[in-house]
């Protein structure tokens, strides 16, 4: 009962002759404790009948249907005490007790839910990290998984278009001027992207999973571009597959194997179906080092030309290291080779990251730095006739990401990005310079 006492409630004093609304109260509270709670329900009545926005007697009254395991009613006795609740405590204790009786009721993702809004009201740090740690058991527990990314970039290249009108190989004008729609357009980049599992097998040393996702990606232009409109370029992905996870006895690492299936839109028409198999190795080489490795197929069928089938294979590397002061570094090494007849598709590339997240916040702002290069090969490549050694391109990226972690909301983290991209070819349409500030939301826990 030392939850009631945010309340202002306590046992009525022995001598009580008047009965008086906090003695009703404080009546009703004795009550819980002698395991009365028929009684407790009764005077808690009698309080809500004399005011309805009683969040003392709704609380009272959501520890009276609990005693008695009515879960579903106490949900909503304790939702109403949360409502009308008068202090930050008391919004804490009244989701906490929610987010039991849901546990208790076996509804773990509404108890996931009530348990962000007691992190979003605990009253110190320590019960907020205990708050998120109930909720970290409450996931592991629950086999139904969400995860919900939302973006909004303006960019001055939404397109991916070249920063020239011309279209020059090797230092030779071969073509002519590109159309407005080839060159770079202002704009707006939204992205949404819903990631769902749900867990259908688990031991000691395993788990598997049904998986699914939803993402999309929106682009509008500032200007009217002849001949294209942003829902032209915008792109819908939908996958579903399985995950399996198998754990080592030493419990230092673990594989992961994925097998997905989905469907691509680019504009308002299927671009290609996919099958897709992954694995994974993940290894803790000590206290503040991981070590990730992997690859995968990929295979496509085009749904626009049968000829521009493809088969795709990717290989990485991952390596992250904690120092003393929190900081995180870390190495991303990737390598995709695409085996297609498609006029134009065959490529080969690597793609290299370096990245730095600090170990404490500056101001308001926990600061994230990334920094890639990438070169991408194209043996086979046309432009009305071959072009003698193909098509290359280099790309240098980078970008800082800024997190506001004191300013989330049940857990939910604004960022802000800046990002920067240049990419130079030996054709001068794919000569790219893009940069972009990205507004999103991310999941503290």
Do not use: C
């Amino acid at each position: 009962m030392a939850a009631l006492s945010a309340w202002g409630l306590s046992a009525p004093a022995e001598d009580s002759v008047e009965i008086s609304l906090p003695q009703a109260q404080a009546l009703a509270v004795e009550a819980l404790k002698q395991n009365r709670p028929k009684l407790a329900y009764q005077l808690s009545e009698g309080l809500l009948q004399a005011n309805p926005r009683d969040g003392q007697a709704h609380y009272t009254q959501a520890l009276a249907f609990a005693q008695v395991k009515a879960y579903g009613f106490g949900r909503k006795s304790a939702r109403k005490a949360f409502n009308t609740a008068q202090t930050q405590v008391q919004k804490y204790e009244a989701a906490h007790l929610a987010s039991q009786m849901a546990y208790a009721d076996d509804r773990l993702t509404l108890s996931q839910f009530w348990l962000r809004r007691a992190v979003q009201h605990a009253p110190t740090e320590e019960v907020r990290k205990d708050s998120i740690k109930a909720f970290r058991t409450v996931r592991a527990h629950n086999p139904l998984n969400f995860n919900l990314k939302f973006s909004v970039s303006p960019s001055d290249n939404v397109n991916n278009g070249s920063n020239s009108p011309y279209n020059i190989i090797d230092g030779v004008p071969v073509v002519g001027v590109l159309s407005p729609s080839a060159q770079a357009i202002d704009g707006i980049v939204a992205t949404t992207d819903l990631q769902a599992s749900y867990r259908i097998a688990y031991g000691e040393r395993f788990m598997t999973r049904l998986t699914g996702r939803a993402y999309t990606r929106q682009v509008k232009f500032n200007n009217a571009v002849p001949g294209l409109s942003g829902s032209d370029i915008s792109s819908t992905r939908l996958q579903a597959g399985v995950n399996h996870i198998l754990v080592d006895p030493s419990k230092r690492g673990q594989w992961e194997f994925d097998l997905t299936g989905g469907r691509i839109w680019y504009g308002d028409s299927p671009l290609y179906d996919f099958a897709r198999l992954g694995i994974e190795r993940h290894n803790r080489l000590g206290e503040n080092s991981r070590l990730s490795f992997g690859g995968a197929v990929e295979f496509q069928e085009d749904e626009t030309w049968p000829y521009n089938d493809a088969t795709q294979y990717e290989g990485f590397a991952q390596l992250s290291y904690k120092l003393a002061n929190g900081a995180r570094i870390g190495g991303y090494l990737n390598y995709r080779t695409t085996d297609t007849d498609g006029v134009n598709q065959a490529r080969d590339q690597w793609t290299g990251i370096v990245s730095y997240t600090m170990g404490r916040e500056i101001g308001p702002a926990l600061l994230s730095f990334q920094l890639g290069h990438s070169i991408v090969d194209y043996d086979r490549y046309q432009i009305i006739g071959p072009v003698p050694g193909g098509r290359s391109d280099n790309s240098t990226f980078g970008g800082v990401t800024a997190s506001f972690q004191d300013w989330s909301y049940m857990g939910f983290v604004p960022t802000v990005s800046l990002n920067a991209e240049q990419t130079r070819s030996n054709i001068s349409r794919f000569d790219v310079d893009e940069t972009s500030v990205s507004f999103g939301i991310r999941s503290e826990f």
